[in-house]
Each structure stands twice: as C-alpha cells, then as structure tokens.
C-alpha cells in the first residue's frame, strides 16, 4: 500500500510526485489524480497559507485513514503547499490508485472536499498591497456536507 | 511558562504569532491575560481551543500547566 502524505513548504512539481505515484502502484486499473494552483483572478499577487503542526498533518492523516476505510484503494497521495504562494503554483496534488475506477475518482473528491471544508489551513490574500483573510465559504462546507450522509 | 499560539485573524488581533503566560492557566485566567479583541472572539463558538494538540470540547474546561501549548484556532479557511 503506498500512502504519501506531506505538507511542503516549497514549490512542488505536479507531474514528479504523479508519476512516482503511479510507478510505485504497479497492477492498478486506475489512477484519478487532482491538482489545485492558486487562481491568479481578482487581482490576487500572493496567497499565504498558514498551518498548525500539531494539527493539520496529524489531521491529513485521518483523513487518509478515512479514505483508506470508505474507498478501496491500493495508493494515496496527498500533498499540501504551507507558506507563501503566487498565482499559477500549485498548492496542493491528490492522487488515488485503485484497481476500479469509481474508488479512485470518488477519494480524490472525498478528500478534496476535506482539505477545502475541514483541514487545519488559515488562508490569506494580497490584493492591491493588502493582506486579507479568507473566510470559510457556504459551498465547502455543503460540499463537505455531500459525504456525511 | 505557558505558551499561547494564534492562527489565522486572531494574530492580528492579538498582534503576535504567540505570546508566554505564566502557568497555571485556566480559561478566566487566558481570557484575562489576553489584549481584549481577543478575549472577545475568544467566546464565539467558531474559534476553537486546542491544548498540546488535541481540540478541547469544552473551552471553559481548559486547565493549562507548566509547558503547556494552547492554540487558539479560528474557522479554517479551506486549503
């Protein structure tokens, strides 16, 4: 079983951690993978992500063993950028491999949903010189809603 | 000495990324200790208390000791 769960303070390469990832699930019959950059819309030159070390990868962790437990899965990949961000990086990767595909698909979007609605992140913006903190959004929290049935 | 974290909003608030308090510490006594817009949002539900690591049910409940890290956690804004 292959489970990489990191938080990273630099600046990653998407398709090195993919491609590992898949080399390292050999006989899978499917590999769903996701990957987040910061949006470069609105004007935003920079995104600072904010994490607490007793907290947030612990937390990365049960949310690995939750989808280790709902979906059947042989690998999963989880990688999140900490610190600070400019528009067009990647900020966080996640992949599935299972031997269907629907248990591939479906764990990325489980723990994406996670990772936006519940994960130990604080995050902040710069717009126009201007620091401002995101406050959580109504849609994560009903996309978060979607798996607690 | 006990050790005060603050994430996100409430280190602006409190105009630190964290601050030593003489231990013991229990709720009344962090809420005291702290600059008041703090202690303020410290009541709303929201913001969560965590000591060590581990996420307090109940704030009031909160007894800190010598060497003890409280963090002090507002909403999560989504990775």
């Known amino acids: ?6 938080l990273l303070d630099r600046r990653f390469v998407p398709g090195t951690l993919i491609g590992a990832f898949t080399k390292a699930n050999p006989g899978f019959g499917g590999v769903c993978s996701f990957l987040g950059e910061v949006r470069g819309d ?8 904010i994490h607490y070390a007793p907290l947030t990868l612990p937390g990365m962790h049960e949310l690995a063993d939750c989808a280790f437990d709902r ?14 961000m400019r528009p067009g990086e990647p900020i966080v990767c996640v992949a599935a491999a299972a031997r269907h595909r629907r248990d591939a698909i ?3 979007d489980f723990c994406m949903d996670h990772l936006k609605g519940a994960a130990w992140f604080w995050k902040r913006e710069r717009r126009a010189g201007e620091w401002r903190w995101i406050a959580p959004r109504e849609q994560d ?3 978060l809603a979607r798996w607690q049935a | 000495m006990v050790t005060v974290v603050f994430l996100g909003k409430l280190a602006d608030l409190a105009g630190a990324a964290s601050l030593a308090l003489t231990a013991p510490l229990d709720w009344a006594a962090l809420k005291a200790a702290l600059p008041d817009p703090v202690a303020e949002a410290l009541d709303d539900p929201g913001n969560r208390v965590a000591l060590n690591g581990t996420l307090l049910a109940d704030k009031a409940a909160l007894r800190a000791a010598e060497g003890d890290e409280i963090a002090l956690l507002p909403p999560v804004s989504g990775g």
Not at chain 1, 1 to 6: A, E, F, G, Q, S
């Open chain 1, 1 to 6: 079983m292959m489970r990489d769960i990191r």
């Open chain 1, 42 to 49: 609105g004007g935003v030159e920079a995104l600072e992500l």
């Open chain 1, 71 to 84: 979906f059947a899965l042989m690998g999963l990949l989880m990688v999140h950028r900490v610190g600070m």
């Open chain 1, 106 to 108: 479906d764990a990325v």
């Open chain 1, 141 to 143: 929290h009903r996309d």
